[in-house]
């Protein structure tokens, strides 16, 4: 259960003086990419399943939820529960599981492992990070992804807007594990008390943050975790806004 409380990290300080935030570490799935609906719709019916990309989509933020809780996090890794998180979206969207709907879960697993299927930018996306570096703000990638991440921010061209590009599977360590956001802090040249994470799974990023000394921010694109005891953002055209207030 996510606690009630009031996060004095939030407003970390040196001696009475408040520390302002000068690098923005970010998840990449959830956050500055997500899956490519309609080529997965596409999977499906060529399985002869008829599924509605935007009824994917939209029962996306409770499968993501259902996904976001403390048992089921820290009895996988972020492979397992790549399709965990696939498995509860096709249950929200009322899909029944059988071995065809596993035949096309496995096409689409066979191109996320060469392409990448978290493909999609949405439009707010690029505005809000060069927002971000004209407030001069030095900005970093901390993912758990497959080994593909920089192959996928050069082709859908996001690389650019970065420091850093962390892939969890190149560090051999994984969020919520403390140590990738150390490696990203080293690698970025960052300093812990200025540093924000933004991510998309309280237990895996917010919990990973604030274990490596960090204010952790949840991207609650749903409102889904009204009852969190950290700083939450809908957007990141609101994590813009914000982040002077911090």
């Not at 259902?66 to 820290?74: A, G, K, Y």
């Not at 496995?106 to 407030?135: C, F, S, T």
């Not at 921010?153 to 969890?168: G, I, K, T």
């Amino acid at each position: 259960m996510l606690r009630r409380r009031v996060d004095h990290s939030l407003l970390p300080r040196t001696g009475t003086v408040i520390v302002a935030v000068e690098t923005v570490f970010l998840d990449a799935g959830g956050v500055l990419v997500f899956p490519n609906w309609t080529r997965i719709g596409e999977t499906f019916g060529r399985h002869g399943i008829e599924i509605d990309p935007q009824r994917l989509a939209g029962v996306e933020p409770l499968a993501k939820r259902r996904l976001d809780e403390t048992s089921t996090i820290q009895a996988s890794n972020d492979a397992a529960r790549g399709w965990l998180y696939f498995n509860l979206i096709l249950a929200e969207a009322g899909v029944d599981q059988n071995a065809v709907t596993d035949a096309a879960l496995e096409e689409l697993h066979e191109y996320h492992r060469h392409a990448n299927l978290w493909e999609i930018v949405p439009d707010g996306v690029v505005p809000a990070l060069k927002a971000l570096r004209a407030r001069g703000l030095r900005l970093t990638v901390v993912s758990n992804a497959n080994g593909r991440l920089k192959h996928l921010f050069e082709r859908v061209s996001l690389a650019a807007h970065f420091d850093c590009l962390l892939d969890s599977c190149d560090e051999g360590v994984e969020k919520p594990d403390p140590r990738l956001f150390d490696i990203a802090l080293e690698r970025s040249g960052a300093r812990r008390e200025t540093t924000i994470h933004v991510g998309d799974l309280y237990h895996v990023d917010v919990v990973g943050a604030r274990a490596a000394g960090l204010r952790g921010v949840l991207l609650d694109q749903a409102g889904l975790y009204p009852e969190a005891d950290c700083l939450r953002v809908r957007t990141l055209g609101e994590l813009v806004e914000k982040i002077p207030e911090w």
